[in-house]
């Protein structure tokens, strides 16, 4: 059965700073691909960042040189470092998590919420 936990969440001001978290198990963690995407309240949600299983990294222009993603095939974690984070950065982050060559095949963690306020 496969399992996709995200954890980190919560409360920061304004230029704080936030580190996700996401677990994977009951996959072969090297297959995949994995993307953070995230989803303010009434809006579509939108992908973050994303990295293959060559380690090669992308991410939305909107977070470009504030987050960070990576990965760590050893302990089946992708994490994602947000730092100079905005009002605007406000929104549930959810872990997917994709096998490569098949997009179809595709998992979802539950989300996390990060509130960005004063």
């Known amino acids: 059965q496969v399992q996709v936990v995200e954890s980190g969440g919560g409360l920061v001001q304004p230029g704080g700073s936030l580190r996700l978290s996401c677990a994977a198990s009951g996959i072969i963690f090297s297959d995949y691909a994995m993307d953070w995407y995230r989803q303010a309240p009434g809006k579509q949600r939108e992908l973050v960042a994303a990295v293959s299983i060559f380690d090669y990294k992308n991410y939305a222009d909107s977070v470009k040189g504030r987050f960070t993603i990576s990965r760590d095939n050893a302990k089946k974690t992708v994490d994602l470092q947000m730092a100079s984070l905005k009002p605007g950065d406000t929104a549930v982050y959810y872990c997917?998590?994709?096998?490569?060559?098949?997009?179809?095949?595709?998992?979802w963690g539950q989300g996390t919420q990060v509130t960005v306020s004063s």
């Open positions: 997917n998590v994709r096998k490569y060559g098949n997009n179809n095949i595709n998992y």
